[in-house]
């Protein structure tokens, strides 16, 4: 039966989104490493703050490597951060450090050591705050395959005003009495902002932050939720109206990384039916449903989750296909 309630409230969902990926496919065990954990010791020989070199480097990313060079100069790099949505905090840079797996602790010793803070990981991936001057010595560890900025969520909008519940009959699954009744769902976002003036509006149910609403932003508490973007807002009230009767627990992102503790939170603490998100991810694999993002949504799947996600509101903006130079033709 309650299969059965599950599968209706879906049907409901899917006019949320353009389309459900089925074969995008939470990496293996337990995925959240916040600092105040003891990191393991090793062999690794932790260099010292030394002056960034002038020479580009080969495993630094190409904005990373110009922020440290910014910063050896004695240039204020917060202009150049803003221009490239980097976040810096106290002259230490949000980055991920990939690494080999085996390596993994290792490496989390050595930013600890260099003055950082790892904040969490997915797969061989380990997302930190580390100082500006630091980059460079950390890049020339050989256990660092690369180190990048975040893969960042950026939040997919159409440009239509309706509610939609009656352009997609939602109402008509009223009326059978379908409207969610014992169904737990999750709406992943980078922001809700003006939710509390939307419950006192009576669109949205109340929320507890700690309880029914996490946020995993670096930096950020819980209590943080609707101090922002406030397209999850959006979202989860168009959730709420398609099922009235659906417990809503709602969880604020910001990088891939926080989406797979987002997605560990709700199937093993909340036990989740549906999952709802309306973001995208530019350049974040291959595009081919691999890659650590598929890998997210397929342990969701495995774990008995519907995702329901929006698709296609870049369909217009881009092109994707064999290049030849002698071709005019796109």
Not at 43 to 53: A, D, F, K, R, T
Not at 138 to 150: D, H, R, S, T
Not at 217 to 237: I, M, R, W
Request: aromatic content about 6%.
């Amino acid at each position: 039966m309650q299969g059965k309630r599950i599968l209706r409230v879906a049907l409901v969902l899917f006019f949320l989104a353009t389309s459900i990926f089925p074969t995008l496919s939470l990496a293996e065990g337990p995925i959240s490493l916040r600092d105040g954990q003891r990191f393991p010791s090793g062999s690794l020989p932790v260099h010292p703050i030394q002056g960034h070199s002038t020479k580009p480097q080969a495993k630094l990313d190409t904005a990373l490597d110009r922020l440290a060079t910014l910063w050896q100069k004695g240039t204020d790099p917060q202009p150049f951060a803003l221009e490239r949505n980097l976040s810096l905090r106290g002259g230490r840079v949000q980055v991920q450090v990939r690494v080999h797996p085996k390596d993994m602790a290792l490496i989390r010793q050595a930013i600890v050591a260099q003055g950082g803070q790892v904040t969490g990981k997915l797969q061989n991936i380990l997302q930190a705050w580390v100082p500006i001057g630091a980059l460079g010595s950390l890049a020339n560890l050989p256990q660092v395959l690369f180190i990048q900025p975040p893969q960042r969520a950026f939040p997919l909008e159409g440009n239509s005003l309706t509610e939609g519940l009656a352009a997609s009959s939602g109402d008509g699954w009223h009326k059978q009495g379908w409207q969610g009744d014992g169904i737990k769902i999750g709406v992943i976002d980078i922001g809700f902002g003006n939710y509390p003036n939307r419950v006192d509006s009576g669109d949205l149910p109340p929320i507890t932050p700690g309880e029914n609403a996490r946020n995993f932003v670096d930096e950020e508490s819980d209590d943080q939720l609707d101090d922002s973007e406030p397209h999850g807002t959006a979202c989860a009230e168009i959730v709420h109206d398609m099922a009235p009767k659906a417990q809503l627990y709602l969880a604020k992102i910001a990088t891939d990384v926080d989406l797979a503790e987002a997605v560990y939170w709700l199937t093993n603490t909340v036990g989740i039916d549906i999952i709802s998100t309306s973001l995208g991810w530019y350049n974040a694999g291959p595009g081919d449903g691999t890659g650590p993002l598929a890998d997210i949504v397929a342990a969701a799947r495995r774990d008995g989750v519907l995702w329901v996600t929006a698709a296609g509101n870049d369909g217009c903006r881009h092109w994707g296909g064999d290049y030849s130079p002698a071709s005019t033709d796109p």
